[in-house]
């Protein structure tokens, strides 16, 4: 069962990750004052100063998920693949 549902649970957890980039509000709230989170150091960055470090990570979490969605992609045709073969 664990093949046929792999692709599935893959890009859940992918999109898990990724989403969770996203959740300044739940940081400020779990974090505590010594923890530096990502999303925290961007939203601080951009409220008091713009850096060019924003940005680039900004464009790679882009480009980690267009790269996340061209391989749950590919793991869902490889999927489909192969319940047509063996049906």
């Keep these: 069962m664990l093949p046929l549902i792999l692709p599935g649970v893959l890009s859940g957890a992918a999109f898990a990750f990724v989403t ?13 004052a010594g923890q530096r ?3 925290l150091e961007m ?3 951009l409220r008091e100063k713009l850096s060019p470090a924003i940005t680039a990570a900004a464009t790679m979490m882009m480009g980690l ?21 063996g049906a």
Aim: charged share 10%; proline share 2%.
């Design 65 to 85: 998920s267009i790269l996340l969605l061209v391989v749950a992609n590919l793991l869902a045709q490889r999927g489909q693949g192969r319940r047509t073969v």
């Design 20 to 32: 969770s980039f996203d959740e300044v509000v739940v940081v400020q709230f779990l974090a505590s």
């Design 37 to 39: 989170t990502m999303p």
């Design 43 to 45: 939203f601080v960055g």
